[in-house]
């Protein structure tokens, strides 16, 4: 068995709406050995190691039915039991993870195992650890050559991943602060390996790093960490403190404890949980001892009075006590017959202690300070306690050293509840951990004495959410209340945008009629990512990475988000929901890669995006790929944008109330109009907006009705969305590499990003809907990965539309030879019956790009599409003419013939799809069996 090739998703993508790895899965000669072949005692041993299979229901849905699965009839193949694995593995590390998948890829023993996870190395490990136990596991006759360790040690191998697992996990405080956010529906995403986590979108966002919160002041966490100057300012507000003294040197510590008096407690100046801590000191070696102890964690160190008593914890968020916890030092409890190793061994058993932080409770470990106590009572691990006798292990009750909790909130005396919010807002924390000895919580510190031992920034939630004892306290919710009041908003809107072809142009006049509406808008595009206009990254960023840029960006109040396969193949979308989500169209590109090989895996990749919309789902009605997406969403609204005004579906969406935006014919021209609620709504004309060219370039009238969909349901004014269209033009400053035109010669250029057969057929009809007095010329080449049928597509489409043909490759070959695509374009124009004199073959694009504009003559139209578009822009520009061309004809009204945009089977539909009226319109619903 062996791992062929992973992918790790951050979010929502065809395999789920949530975080998960997909691995290829070889199984090779154990494709033909499920689980009941290999035997009950391979059976056995899997469940003996992983106990916690036993509760994993797999198909049944209940406990036990994995089980079952492994032992009824031939049983299940090593996939799935691998799958399984890896879920429990990260389980028993403390990561809820639940969902699996397991399916065969069509090759021999191959299986694609899509498993849950929540930190992506802690799942990556979790693959590797489950592949080794399984070999492991295996009859040494079935398992590969040179997988079974002799010196392998389950037990071993099971704890140092859990270990791994919790160094790279989320604390307890941070996962609990998560789990409020997502309670309350506010997004959230982790900012580094540590607990630096981004709360929210946009200008709504916050942070947190465990309970520090971006409400959290620099001062009080500075104050905190100073116990000396915390000591004192209480101490100055007449609460109850100890007597202290900060010194440097073991001569000073001893000094310091004979002025103060015995006993004493020596702590580092600015440790935490308890780290370097000694308490209830009696005599100057023992102080000596403590303060080189604590010496290794701070060059400071304190020396006060020992206040007798319980160590209770008081949390008090936004200045109210939230929660109150008596902490117990991690101890043992004779039983007369047990030695210490014997009853620390006993005590670990309880199910709720775990490594570090992997469960409510921490395992009890012999260190430094547990072997220092015992040497004090002049004992060691192998003593027998006498029945019922109590042994401390530790000075301090910090669960993270093994200590318990017991919740006292309901029984804390008023003044004790006065004294530490007094406290926390006297030092400035938002939240903060006052440490209080006392015999008795329940009686005021005026009467039973005891006091403020220390005040803590970051507190630890465990001891609240999770007690030994008592009820468990809900105290991330106070702090999420604190950061985001009821009411408040934690999320931008968001527009996901994905097609085959004009996603970027729609992404761009979208987000301009955003800005020209005053809002700061995050674009991410193929050439970068734009924060309120100005490109901050550039780069094709239409992926999660770029989408996260957007979305942490403080300034940003509205997101655009172009959303490419690519991305959502290779990592999935970044965010768990948008506001609006829109497929333009589903068109022959890319296909043959990455598993997608037809227009219906394209689709369902594609579907994505209004898969997680929430508001509104922009669909293409002339598209049936797009059509069908309908009955995929959740969204509260179906806006369907249509070329034909005829649209049978349309139309009863309409008049059922939906929102449609449908180009209608009028005796002006084409007019865009809007439907909604039975509101019939004309936008603007077609032709007057510039990016249309006159209402010549189709693509772009259908890409500004999309723009003017996606904007109208995020609420954009429509004179807002008139204003917006009519200022975008297809510059190369405002849509670099989309339908750009140079009028600076004596013929006409038009340069374009057009790189698979849909784009090619937009721009070629273009071409010939502009006059021209001479020639028309094109540049022509298509993408190395793709396949040769869609290269050939691509000439078929251009063969007789132009008079002269310059064929080219792009400068990545993506594994063709060198002039491998533009003699395959050549071959096929020949074939069209093209004349080789029209036709010339020069790989190069920079030389293929200068021939071409060489060759133009006066009144001739260039059509170039190029690959390194500011390259070829550059080159357009620069390029020396004899001339100036000629003012553009002015702006008119056109009939256009809509036919190439016009699905005219949808006034027909097939037997295999039928109408659906619900609350939100008209869908189209498939009465084939859903995938």
């Known amino acids: ?71 009824e009839d031939d049983g299940t193949w090593l996939g799935h039991i691998f799958e399984h694995v890896v879920i429990e593995l990260q389980q028993i590390a403390g990561t809820e993870v639940t969902f699996g998948k397991t399916r065969g890829n069509g090759e021999y023993g191959q299986y694609d195992v899509v498993f849950q996870y929540k930190q992506k190395d802690v799942g990556l490990e979790a693959a590797q650890v489950a592949l080794r136990l399984l070999h492991h596991l295996l009859p040494a006759e079935l398992a590969p050559e040179g997988s079974q360790d002799s010196d392998y040690n389950w037990k071993e191998e099971r704890d140092s991943y859990i270990r791994f697992a919790q160094r790279r996990a989320l604390g307890p405080s941070t996962l609990a602060l998560i789990a409020a956010a997502e309670e309350r529906d506010i997004p959230w995403s982790r900012l580094n390996r540590y607990s630096l986590v981004q709360l929210g979108h946009g200008k709504y966002g916050k942070k947190i790093q465990a309970t520090i919160t971006s409400e959290t002041t620099h001062l009080g966490v500075e104050l905190a960490s100073d116990k000396e100057e915390t000591n004192k300012l209480l101490g100055d507000l007449g609460l109850p403190v100890a007597k202290q003294c900060l010194v440097y040197t073991k001569r000073e510590a001893v000094r310091g404890a004979q002025r103060i008096g015995f006993p004493v407690v020596v702590k580092p100046l600015n440790a935490n949980h308890g780290r370097g801590v000694s308490i209830n000191m009696h005599d100057d070696e023992s102080v000596a001892l403590a303060f080189e102890n604590a010496q290794q964690h701070s060059r400071a160190v304190i020396i006060e009075s020992f206040l007798s008593g319980l160590d209770h914890r008081l949390l008090v968020i936004d200045g109210t006590l939230i929660a109150a916890s008596k902490r117990v030092p991690g101890h043992v409890i004779g039983d007369g017959k047990s030695t210490v190793e014997e009853l620390v061994a006993e005590v670990n058993k309880d199910p709720r202690r775990g490594i570090g932080h992997s469960k409510v409770l921490t395992r009890l470990e012999f260190d430094v300070q547990a072997e220092r106590l015992l040497s004090q009572a002049g ?49 400035g924390l938002d939240i903060c951990g006052v440490d209080f000895l006392t015999e008795d919580i329940t009686v005021s510190y005026k009467v039973g004495g005891g006091g403020i031992c220390e005040v803590n920034a970051a507190p630890g939630f465990r001891m609240h959410t999770a007690p030994s004892e008592g009820t468990p306290r809900d105290v991330a919710g106070p702090v999420m209340d604190m950061l985001y009041p009821p009411g408040s908003l934690s999320r931008i809107p968001i527009a996901s945008i994905t097609g085959t072809n004009g996603k970027t142009t729609t992404s761009r006049m979208a987000s301009h009629i955003f800005k020209n509406a005053g809002k700061v808008t995050g674009l991410t595009t193929t050439d970068g990512v734009y924060i309120d206009g100005h490109l901050t990254v550039s780069g094709d960023m239409t992926g999660p990475a770029s989408a996260g840029i957007v979305l942490r960006d403080p300034k940003v109040e509205v997101a655009v988000l172009e959303t490419a396969r690519g991305g959502m193949l290779r990592r999935g979308i970044a965010y768990r929901q948008c506001d609006v989500g829109a497929v333009l169209n589903i068109q022959s590109d890319h296909l043959g890669l990455k598993g997608i090989d037809s227009l219906e895996d394209l689709a369902k990749v594609k579907r994505t995006v209004v898969e997680i919309a929430t508001d509104t789902a922009v669909l293409n009605a002339d598209d049936v790929h797009c059509l069908k997406m309908a009955e995929h969403t959740k969204s509260e609204h179906l806006c369907y944008v249509t070329m034909n005004s005829s649209h049978p579906l349309v139309r009863d969406h309409i ?77 190369f400053f405002q849509a670099p590499g989309r339908m750009n035109i140079c009028d600076d010669h004596n013929f006409k250029v038009i340069m374009d990003y057009a790189h698979n057969p849909s784009a090619v057929k937009a721009m070629t009809n273009l071409a010939q809907s502009l006059e021209t007095k001479a020639r028309r010329i094109v540049v022509v080449s298509a993408p190395g990965d793709r396949r040769d049928e869609d290269v050939k597509e691509i ?33 096929t124009l020949l074939a069209h019956g093209v004349a080789s004199a029209d036709i010339e073959v020069i790989p190069d694009e920079q030389a293929a790009t200068q021939a071409a504009l060489e060759m133009a003559e006066q009144g001739d139209l260039l059509m170039v599409f190029a690959d390194a578009i500011a390259r070829t822009w550059k080159q357009i520009q620069d390029f020396q003419s004899d001339g100036k061309g000629e003012q553009n004809e002015s702006a008119q009204a056109h009939t256009v013939d809509l036919g190439e945009y016009i699905d005219t089977s949808l006034l027909g539909l097939d037997d295999n799809l039928e109408m659906v009226r619900d609350d939100r319109g008209v869908r189209l619903v498939s009465n084939e069996e859903s995938d």
């Open 1 to 71: 068995m062996k791992i062929l090739d992973r992918s790790v998703f951050v979010g929502p993508s065809v395999h789920a709406h949530f975080a998960v790895i997909r691995l290829t899965f070889d199984l090779g000669k154990l494709e033909e050995w499920p689980s009941a072949k290999i035997g009950k005692e391979f059976t056995d041993a899997l469940v003996a190691a992983l106990p916690g299979l036993q509760n994993h229901g797999c198909s049944y849905r209940e406990e036990g039915g994995f089980v079952r699965r492994l032992t």
């Open 379 to 427: 004992y060691n691990q192998d003593t027998v306690l006498k029945k019922d006798q109590l042994f401390y292990l530790r000075s301090t009750g910090n669960l993270s050293t093994g200590g318990t909790a017991v919740d006292v909130t309901d029984v804390i005396h008023p003044d004790n509840r006065n004294m530490a919010e007094r406290a926390a807002r006297s030092i």
């Open 655 to 731: 008049k059922a109330g939906g929102r449609a935006v449908v180009l209608e014919q009028g005796m002006g021209g084409h007019m865009i109009t809007i439907y909604d609620k039975g509101q019939h709504i004309p936008l603007m004309w077609s032709h007057v907006i510039p990016a249309t060219i006159d209402g010549r370039a189709l693509h772009n009238v259908q890409n500004a009705m999309f723009a003017a969909g996606i904007c109208f349901s995020m609420h954009v004014d429509l004179e807002e969305i008139r204003h917006g269209l009519r200022t975008f033009d297809t510059t």
């Open 795 to 827: 000439a078929n489409i251009i063969a007789g539309n132009f008079d002269k043909y310059v064929c080219r490759r792009d400068d990545k070959l993506r594994g063709r030879e060198s002039d491998e695509i533009p003699m395959l374009l050549r071959e």
